[in-house]
């Protein structure tokens, strides 16, 4: 099956640092990979969708300078958490459809954020 | 907001007994989705069921929907120790850029006892 590796699982900084996760596709190239943020025994909420070449769009209610998701190759977006906050604590999860109209999404292992 | 309820929130069974949990939505769907999450880690997809579907089987997994009362359940058959994880719901929408984007349920929190 298709692979998404996301890095790195786990990242500790202090408050006012800016922190990048990365989300690969590996053996497949995904014009479009999603962002999802969930916190302790909840659901996952869409941030953003990451469309390669082209500026993401971002749900309602995230901050596009705070969450800055760039996705230069069809192999890799990245999320940079910019000036982070203890309330940006939490488990953050990215995606990707193998193909354009596949409805199903492979995930990565997602990265805990702490902050500090 | 999200678009899937599941109840219920939580279910401890034991190893070898049957587990059922439900999933409403509002609006209406072209499919319909079911993920399991490890404790801390990526979902997995499980079974996609479509709006021209009443059920499906994969394995002991077999996924109903009624787009009447626009709801589905999955049920897990002969349950392991390794089924022990939360399992979510999803349902497309049109996102950015025309992606179809999905909208996850709360999850059910499956625990099989053994």
């Known amino acids: 099956g298709a692979v998404v590796s996301q890095h790195p699982s786990r990242v500790i900084c202090k408050s006012g640092t800016s922190v990048k996760i990365e989300c690969r596709s590996l053996?497949?190239?995904?014009?479009?990979m999603f962002w999802y943020r969930q916190f302790p025994k909840q659901s996952l909420m869409l941030m953003a969708t990451?469309?390669?070449?082209?500026?993401?769009?971002?749900e309602q209610g995230v901050e596009k300078d705070k969450f800055l998701i760039n996705h230069a190759s069809l192999t890799l977006s990245t999320l940079t958490v910019t000036s982070a906050h203890p309330e940006d604590s939490s488990f953050y999860i990215c995606?990707?459809?193998?193909?354009?109209?596949?409805?199903?999404?492979?995930f990565g292992s997602g990265t805990q954020l702490s902050v500090l | 907001s999200q678009q899937g309820e599941e109840d219920p929130q939580a279910l401890s069974i034991q190893e070898g007994e049957n587990a059922t949990m439900n999933c409403s939505y509002k609006t209406s769907i072209n499919n319909l989705q079911w993920y399991r999450q490890n404790s801390g880690r990526g979902l997995v997809h499980l079974i996609l069921i479509r709006s021209n579907e009443r059920e499906k089987h994969s394995g002991r997994l077999r996924v109903t929907l009624d787009t009447s009362k626009k709801s589905s359940s999955l049920l897990i058959t002969a349950s392991r120790a390794a089924d022990t994880a939360s399992y979510f719901c999803?349902?497309?929408?049109?996102?950015?850029?025309?992606?179809?984007?999905?909208?996850f349920g709360q999850g059910t929190r499956l625990t099989i006892n053994p």
């Open positions: 990451s469309n390669e070449g082209s500026k993401a769009t971002y």
């Open positions: 053996d497949f190239q995904a014009t479009t």
């Open positions: 999803a349902t497309g929408r049109l996102g950015g850029g025309g992606a179809q984007k999905l909208v």
């Open positions: 995606s990707a459809r193998v193909q354009r109209g596949d409805e199903k999404l492979f």
